[in-house]
């Protein structure tokens, strides 16, 4: 970790049960977990953890990456792990730590946040143009097939030849939340959220942006992050 000087490696453990037993006896903060350890799975490890910490799952195998979206893990990376991709989320990292610090100083950082975020823009090359977005009215980004379809708050919408892992790595988490395979959302933009019943929802952006149903798992996932957001869930 020297590229992170305020991250410190605490403990390494090569199977489930040495894991969980680290992880219970020294609180880390957060744990890098390989999905696939000498007698198990990385799900396994946090089975017994009440409150789990943050999870990061690292492996070579892309197959998994829904069921760590169910277990609301924080990230999810392949192997090799790229470095930028690792800073993305040791930022993610960070950003939760200073939502989980005393009250006063979280509202300090959150509008120096605020105000960071506010001036952030998303730059993109469309049709041999340059398309400035500021982050703050991206509303929704939706996976179709090998493009991404990035809807606005209360202005139009821009279909880019990027699959949509591209933009997660770039987006700052929160307000920008995965709730599935297809689907980033801006809960910061949130209008209103309908739970329905079998556990799933509908929520609608407002500003002219069609109301997006969601099934349980990614209802799941969804009430989750609102909830640890401090966000009304229902």
Known sequence: MR??????????????????????ALH???????????DGLGFEVIEQLSP??????????????????????????LKPVDPDRLAVTIDRLRRRQS????AEPRRQADSVETNRFQEQRLHLRIDGQSVILP????????????FTR?????????????????FEAQLPTPPFFRVGRSLIVNLSLLDTVEWLDGGRCSFSLGNGIAPISLGRGATQRLRRS?????????
């Open 99 to 102: 939502a989980l610090s005393p």
């Open 135 to 146: 982050l703050g009215k991206i509303a929704l980004l939706k996976a179709e097939e090998d």
């Open 3 to 24: 590229a992170h000087a305020d991250a410190e490696i605490i403990g390494e453990a090569g199977n489930v049960e040495q894991a969980r037993q680290m992880a219970l």
């Open 150 to 166: 990035i809807f606005l708050s209360g202005e139009r919408e821009y279909l880019v030849c990027r699959l949509l892992r591209h």
């Open 226 to 234: 609102l909830d640890s957001l401090g966000m009304i869930a229902g």
């Open 28 to 38: 880390p903060d957060a744990l890098f977990l390989d999905v696939e350890l000498a």
């Open 52 to 77: 789990p910490p943050a999870v990061v799952f690292v492996t070579a195998h892309d197959l998994y990456a829904l069921k760590a979206f169910d277990v609301a893990a924080l990230d999810f990376l």
